[in-house]
């Protein structure tokens, strides 16, 4: 008798970068803004200047000219060990939890996420093995 197949993990991040081409929507709280002008060695108001922008929900991370998170180099976060909570969360966000046409739209978008994958295997994976 042989051993039973091993089951494909739903997720499984592939440091792809995909999931930080989005535009805008990472707002770092004043305590993750402290934490990255920390890391990177500056003020918190240098670190506004030069990396964050004024939306109407409040600052937000900039893009790139070309597209995609202005941390983002060479498809890694050059900020992961501080990076805002959004980006961390990636991809178990409350929409994808919930709603089961958001995990089928994160899984064109994620190549972690694995296709076979059903919404019903992507919450039993997150309640076993992220929280």
């Known amino acids: 008798m042989s051993a039973p197949a091993a089951k494909t993990p739903v997720f499984h991040c592939r440091q792809c970068g995909e999931c930080c ?3 805008g929507g990472i707002l ?3 305590i993750e803004r402290e934490l ?6 500056m003020p918190v108001a240098e670190l ?3 990396y964050l922008e004024e939306t109407p929900l409040g600052l937000a991370v900039k893009n790139k000219a070309a597209g995609g998170c202005i941390f983002q180099e060479d ?3 050059r900020i992961h060990p501080v ?3 959004i980006c961390r969360d990636w991809p178990f966000l409350p929409a994808i939890l919930l709603h089961e046409n958001e995990f089928a739209a994160a899984k064109t978008a994620c190549a972690g996420l694995a296709p076979e994958s059903r919404h019903t295997d992507f919450l039993t994976f997150w309640l076993t093995e992220v929280i």
């Not at 990255?36 to 060695?41: D, E, G, H, R």
């Open 75 to 77: 498809n890694r976060c």
């Open 36 to 41: 990255i002008a920390q890391y990177l060695k």
């Open 48 to 50: 506004i200047r030069i």
């Open 21 to 23: 081409q989005g535009k």
């Open 83 to 85: 990076k805002p909570r």
């Open 28 to 30: 770092p709280s004043p």
